[in-house]
């Protein structure tokens, strides 16, 4: 997995030695201010997640081949990677689905809450390199998407179907 990741990105050597030189896995703060930066100003971040995720699991798989942590730190900083990721997917395609639809809110104009749950591996905090990432979605309730700002023909829809289009883009 590793071999294949370094042979089709030839380019991660170098982020590769880099840390290897820290001494130690990076931490939740770092990797999401990396990709927060590195996703800024993107009109579609799907590609730089998968890099940045490949870029990641490669750091901590050679240091894990190495010896250098346990295998609960490997597997925690592999969910860390998963959330950054996660969070960052999240973000933008809702902010998308915003800009087309509208908020979600409830019958009684109040936001929708949301909350995305983590499964399986990722939800015991223990994933390897190959583990799916199992989600479940759940917002707060019926209602629809109200329009943000001044829209000249709005195009608005039921939050069931809001959330449901949310869910296939991280899919």
């Known amino acids: 997995y590793l071999v294949g990741i370094l042979t089709s990105n030839p380019g991660m050597v170098d982020e590769l030695v880099d840390s ?29 997640v998968r890099s940045f995720k490949n870029a990641m699991h490669l750091s ?3 240091r894990d081949i190495l010896g250098k ?5 490997t597997h925690r900083t592999l969910a860390i ?10 973000e933008f395609h809702y902010n998308a689905l915003v800009q087309r639809y509208g908020e979600p809110t409830l019958d009684d104009g109040r936001l929708c809450s949301f909350a995305v749950l983590a499964l ?19 917002y707060e309730g019926s209602g629809a998407t109200r329009p943000i700002g001044p829209i000249r023909h709005p195009q ?7 959330f449901h289009q949310l869910a296939q883009r991280l899919a």
């Open 20 to 48: 290897l030189m820290l001494g130690r896995l990076p931490s939740e703060d770092h990797l999401s201010r990396l990709l927060d930066e590195l996703c800024r100003g993107a009109q579609e971040i799907d590609a730089i």
């Open 69 to 73: 942590e346990s295998i609960s730190e």
């Open 60 to 62: 901590i798989g050679v």
């Open 156 to 162: 608005t829809t039921r939050n069931d179907f809001f």
């Open 120 to 138: 399986g591996k990722l939800g015991n905090r223990e994933p390897n390199y190959h583990s799916d990432i199992t989600t479940l979605f759940v």
């Open 81 to 90: 990677v998963a959330d950054v990721c996660l969070q960052q997917l999240i």
